[in-house]
Nanobody, 115 residues
Framework: QVQLVESGGGLVEAGGSMRLACLAS????????MGWYRQAPGKQREPVASMLMNGKTIYTDSVKGRFTVSRDHDKNMVYLQMDSLKPEDTAVYYCNLLQGTDNYWGQGTQVTVSA
């Protein structure tokens, strides 16, 4: 099993910045991808940003140019730097790790952006 623990999150004003971090532990072999999803109230969970094993990064269109995903491979951590935050970024953010065909999730951390 793999455990993911997120940190960061909270309340920020529109235009502000916030950084999320996620630590992976447990039975980790080869991480195919690690990144972030989010779920706003009444909406489905959606991918936000991911970093693949080859270093390629993928962003959903709404966060391109504002969010940056990065990884510390030695520490099995992934980060999400969020800049120029907007009220529509308000959601619970979940860390995600893909190992083989197994998907693992963190418990989620609330990000609230006030107008």
């Amino acid at each position: 099993q793999v455990q993911l623990v997120e940190s960061g999150g909270g309340l920020v004003e529109a235009g502000g910045s916030m950084r999320l971090a996620c630590l992976a532990s447990g039975n980790i072999h080869v991480i195919n991808a690690m990144g972030w999803y989010r779920q706003a109230p009444g909406k489905q969970r959606e991918p936000v940003a991911s970093m693949l094993m080859n270093g390629k990064t993928i962003y959903t269109d709404s966060v391109k140019g504002r969010f940056t995903v990065s990884r510390d491979h030695d520490k099995n951590m992934v980060y999400l730097q969020m800049d120029s935050l907007k009220p529509e970024d308000t959601a619970v953010y979940y860390c995600n790790l893909l190992q083989g065909t197994d998907n693992y999730w963190g418990q989620g951390t609330q990000v609230t952006v006030s107008a």
